[in-house]
């Protein structure tokens, strides 16, 4: 067995996502590998050696001489060259994880070829050709301590000023509270996901609010009642969608956001998304569909300043060549504070539990191979099925709408949750499926042992044998349904480590955090511009401007974290709470009135 | 021992000179002790013209309007600023506080102050209302029932503070100008001994002005009977009404258009050289008052004459006579018919008799009186300046209600003044101010009303012996057995109370008790049972007593109308009148 092989073997044990990454990604011949004089292998890429052609070994640990080696900050080694400078690192280090960031795929593949991972594997996270706002939404980097290996450095500068700036950029949104109107859709699938970016953020201490236009979605399906004639169906569509754009409008111009971010099948129009641009903040979309399917992404996705999807590769492609070019890879994820572990009665076991669960639609592929399940017992969840159909009896729910309480105790109850996604021609599994639904972190988050099938961008997200099990057929799915329906424990293991690496990974608030500081890296100054003249934590500005150790300072505190913080949020505090009404009170309750007269005065 | 009192008033002008006779009373009652006043920048000039003040502390928020948004940081100036203004009043120690202000700022300033004396609107240490003395409960009931409340806002004010408005008229301190002088600033034309008429257009509010064009009639009528000087008053927003009248006028050359060139002081200069005022219900009104002038005053809208007539003898007051009038605080109008019901032509006439005679009168060539009212200022029996209507209109159950009413509270609230020897028949007033002749629909209201009022007293025995069970259980010691027992007592109580609340929306005429029962119910600030109950018990004593005062302030006015209807039935049933067969 060759050096790599052996290396991915073991990096497929540590690292399997990034194994199946550097397995799948073609070998570039950008490195040259030549021998030291000590007889040990460096990289070098084009005329730059990245260590010492005479002893990497020596030159490593007298690069380390100033660095400051303590317990409690994490080493962080920008560049991975061959290793020298890690391995001197990983001796000295007391910490349990370092992490290595290099840039280039390419270099990894060549370490691989030319340098035995056996000391580095245990102690050491290769981060590897990723996004800098993705490394950071996934670890923390409060505490790390930063050793850049020069050499690196100079091979890819621009990404490590990157990393530098998605630094500053994650310090500057942790610090401030940014202010985010989420677009809604009418309907459909992404709304729960658009209502969850709105509690994750504020969960994070951001400001989020949503233009909720789904209230709105009885009269944009009525129009299509209203007359036959499919010309003024259009029209009136047409006029609707512009109303919407209004309404849209009027909302951000209260709200006055640092960020506009629009879900998948949100109403606006080009004109929509013009007239939002005089607002001069970023205007964002989160594509969370397929793009194969829903093909509406050609009309607008380049009227956006920020296009995320589920799926990259091709759509990037395609994307590029509408004019969409800052498109950026953004799967999806559960919310925990949702999807969570909890305890049913009896009752709810006995409505909810079963061998096998599906929530869902009623597409194509699932009505066409759901009944090789029906020896099972097996529940169906969801809408759309024909109830007259031989799965109708198996529909628990008679086809309505169920609430997210109903969803999380279907996840906790099943045994088994099957999670096929969906598909309109395939009749079973989508041999060719790429991009990871939401209930798949959900399911995980909720603690649910869950069986999938086959999809591409799956293994970077979990691990598929530790943390998740797939199913390339509806063969292979009722031979995982037996086996385990019979090895539950294993099962259980298995949704344990996947639910660890969802929290871990995989939640809306890390998707939100890896998008902000996407954003805003491009947008730093125009924030931190929009912070310091907008006083953007009213109540801290407040406090500064009454002054800390001053009566009215100390009781201003209380304030802190207010949502729109304004003398109202005193008052209505003031009016629920109990007792003697204080000095700092009563100044308040007089200087309320004297604004409220002033502003009748006009 | 008073020594320092404090007086807010944060109103406008005329609030200011209707709270002189306070001002006086208290200086009379109080001679030694140091008066401050407290009044907005925008009167700071004015109230120097204020008497026995010996100090003035100016509440200045004009400075912040410049300033960029309320909604920034200037909040906390604005705090600051409020802050360090208590604060250094505070100093102070005031053991009289004064409230004219009405408002929640003034109150929450009074809690803020820590004062322990007060008289008028303020809040509780929790911010709950609370107003103190009651004559300024009243004041919190009045607005809601206008048509029946006797008092003008100066009485009401003056006996809040603890002193009587009898022989403390309002005043102001005269004006150091030389009227001879600004006569000639402003105008050649005027000549010593001529009859100057002043005349204000203007008001804060639109919907309560006499038209222009029927000043401009006026005026000419004016001049041309009486040779009369006008002078327009009015302020700088008022220019356009005054370009109005000269416009409307056919003696535009001889009218002095005076709106927007004089400041406050010249104003009163000037409007003391005048023989009469005539005006809308403004604070020159009430200038006039203060001065001396005569005024003829012009309530439309939500004026109303009973609540800010000019508090002295001898003025005349016009008024509509319509269903609307006086209209609600807050209301706008859409399609505003008062102020066209009184005509030029009416005071017109009404002046020239009084300057020829110095009688307030209507005249035999006076026509359309019927929606009108004409009132007339004096000094009546019982001491208090009083409204006497000059046109004999029918009377009516609210006139009967608010002239018992005048006693009635001077008796329940408590006044200063011994009263013992002022006796007011109101019965023999009523015959004289107001026609009499049909009364049977009346007594059968006055009756009916009577009921109400038994009915009422009957609730209010109830709620005292309800009240008093409460004490009993009370005084037992142990309330955690006796609590449920309580509960259900005070839901009782709780039941009583809605009911008495809603004869007073049933019978607007009573509701003026009922709402002072719910002022002193909201007083309470007991939270100990036993006390509370104590004094809810006091809240039905004073209700009881209130109804049996009514009643028996009842009986001799309905036995006089009664009476009044027999002699007119024997009259129209004597003998010679009857049919008897074969004469």
Known sequence: MNLYTKNLALLKVTQPSLAKRVELEPLQKIVNVVMAKDGNPIPKIGSISLHSTYNPFKEASDSLLNFNFNSVDQPVIYGLGFGYHVLEILKRTRHKEILVIEPLMAIFQAFLYSVDIKSFVNNTKFIVATPPPKILASNQSENWNVYEHIPSIRISDVYFKRMNLAIKTSKVIKKNRIKVLIVNPYYGGSLPTANYCVQALNEMGHHAESVECEKFADGFFAINNSTRNKENIESLSKQFSGFMGQLIAAKAADFKPDLILALAQAPLTPEAIRNLKLLNVPIAFWFVEDFRNLTYWKDIGSCYDYFFTIQRGEFFEKLSNIGAENHYYLPQACLPSMHRKIPLSTEEMNKYSSDVSFMGAGYFNRVQSFPRLLDYDFKIWGTEWNLDSILGSRVQNNNKRLNSDNIIKIYNAAKINLNLHSSSFHEGVNPVGDFVNPRTFEIAACGGFQLIDDRSELDDLMDPIKEIVTFSSIDDLCEKIDYYLNNSDEAKVIASCGKERVLKEHTIQHRMEEMLIYIFMDNLEQLTTRFKVESRDPVVSSIDYAGLSTDLGKYLEQFRGSNDFSIKTMVDKISISTGDLSKEELLVLMTDQLVKTESNNG | ?583
């Open chain 2, 1 to 583: 021992m008073v020594k320092n009192i404090l007086i807010l008033n944060m109103t406008r002008m005329g609030d200011l000179i209707q709270t002189t006779p306070t001002i006086t009373g208290l200086r009379k009652k109080y001679r030694d002790s140091n008066i401050t006043l407290m009044v907005t920048k925008d009167f700071e000039e004015f109230s120097k013209n204020i008497p026995h003040i010996n100090k003035r502390v100016v509440i200045d928020i004009k400075q912040f309007r410049d300033r960029k948004s309320l909604n920034g940081f200037l909040w906390i100036d604005l705090y600051r600023y409020l802050e360090s203004l208590l604060d250094e009043l505070k100093i102070n120690n005031y053991d009289l506080l004064i409230n004219l202000s009405h408002s929640k700022l003034s109150a929450f300033m009074i809690s803020y102050l820590g004062v322990k004396n007060v008289r008028g609107f303020g809040c509780d240490s929790n911010g709950d209302r609370i107003t103190f003395d009651p004559w300024m409960q009243y004041f919190g009931t009045e607005p809601f029932n206008r048509r029946i409340n006797p008092f003008n806002l100066v009485e009401i004010f003056t006996r809040g503070a603890g002193v009587t408005p009898e022989n403390n008229p309002i005043h102001l301190i005269p004006s150091s100008i030389d009227t001879k002088i600004l006569i000639k600033k402003f105008s050649n034309s005027i000549k010593e001994g001529d009859l100057i008429i002043g005349m204000q257009a203007g008001s804060s509010i639109e919907g309560r002005r006499w038209s222009p064009k029927s000043f401009a009639i006026l005026a000419d009528g004016l001049i041309e009977s009486l040779g009369a000087k006008l002078i327009l008053f009015g302020v700088d927003s008022e220019k356009e009404l005054g370009e109005q009248i000269v416009y409307f006028s056919k003696y535009k050359d001889e009218l002095i258009d005076l709106t927007g060139r004089t400041n406050v002081d010249e104003l009163s200069s000037l409007v003391k050289r005048c023989s009469y005022l005539i005006t809308n219900d403004t604070g020159t009104m009430h200038i006039a008052a203060a001065v001396g002038t005569t005024v003829v005053g012009l309530f439309f809208a939500h004026a109303h004459p009973y609540e800010t007539a000019p508090y002295s003898p001898g003025h005349v007051i016009f008024q509509a006579r319509i269903e609307c009038a006086p209209c609600s605080y807050g209301v706008e109008c859409n399609n505003i018919v008062c102020v066209h019901k009184v005509q030029p032509d009416h005071l017109l006439l009404m002046i020239q008799r009084h300057h020829a005679n110095g009688v307030w009168e209507t005249t035999k060539t006076m026509s359309n009186m019927d929606e009108i009212n004409i009132f007339n200022t004096y000094i009546g029996e019982d001491s208090r300046l009083r409204l006497r209507s000059l046109i004999k209109h029918p009377i009516t159950l609210n006139d009967v209600i608010r002239e018992v009413y005048a006693e009635h509270w001077l008796k329940s609230l408590g006044q200063e003044m011994d009263r013992s020897n002022i006796h007011c028949d109101i019965g023999e007033l009523l015959f004289r101010e107001y026609d009499c002749s049909n009364t049977d629909k009346l007594c059968m209201q006055i009756d009916d009303k009577m009921v109400t009022l038994k009915s009422l007293e009957s609730i209010a025995s109830i709620g005292i012996k309800l009240a008093n069970q409460i004490i009993n259980l009370c005084s037992r010691g142990n309330l955690t057995k006796t609590i449920d027992a309580v509960k259900i007592l005070a839901e009782e109580i709780e039941k009583l109370d809605k009911k008495i609340n809603q004869i007073g929306f049933v019978n607007p005429e009573l509701k003026s008790i009922t709402d002072m029962f719910v002022k002193r119910k909201e007083n309470i600030q007991e939270n100990e049972p036993t006390q509370l109950a104590l004094d809810t018990k006091g809240c039905y004593a004073k209700l009881l007593e209130e109804c049996t005062s009514l009643v028996s302030l009842l009986i001799p006015v309905s036995n006089k109308f009664k009476s009044s209807n027999i002699d007119t039935f024997h009259a129209v049933v004597s003998s010679i009148n009857v049919e008897v067969p074969g004469r």
